[in-house]
């Protein structure tokens, strides 16, 4: 059996942070700037390949169905939690402390 990830098409996703809380391990976090020249006027959230463990506790959480699982073989060579992506800069999000968003 292979291992799981999440991705999220940035086309879809809205910023609307309903997913961040659906995420135990805060692998689901906004990005710091919106991108120039996104569609949407909210910057969008991204998954911290790091932190992700595939459980795919957010699958449904996302009203515009933006995060996807992805299927990583076993003995795969070009993996991404092998090699992820350069890190991006985010914004810190309140989980835990008084009037955090908590675990959905
Ligand atoms: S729930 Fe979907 S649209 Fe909302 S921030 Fe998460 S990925 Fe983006
Ligand atoms: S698959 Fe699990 S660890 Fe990865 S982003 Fe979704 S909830 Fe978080």
């Known amino acids: 059996m292979g291992q799981s990830m999440v991705a999220?098409?940035?086309?879809?996703?809205?910023?609307?942070d309903l997913c961040i809380s659906h995420c135990p391990f805060e692998a689901l976090l906004p990005l710091a700037e919106n991108p120039k020249?996104?569609?949407?006027?909210?910057?969008?959230?991204?998954?911290?390949?790091?932190?992700?463990?595939?459980?795919?506790?957010?699958?449904g959480s996302c009203p515009t169905d933006a995060l996807y699982e992805i299927?990583?073989?076993?003995?795969?060579?070009?993996?991404?939690?092998?090699?992820?992506?350069?890190?991006q800069q985010t914004e810190p999000v309140n989980r835990w402390k008084k009037g955090g968003l908590g675990v959905a």
């Open 8 to 16: 999220i098409t940035e086309e879809s996703c809205t910023g609307c």
């Open 71 to 87: 299927i990583i073989p076993q003995n795969a060579i070009q993996s991404i939690l092998i090699n992820p992506t350069e890190p």
């Open 37 to 59: 020249q996104r569609k949407h006027a909210k910057r969008p959230v991204i998954v911290v390949e790091n932190n992700c463990v595939g459980c795919l506790s957010c699958i």
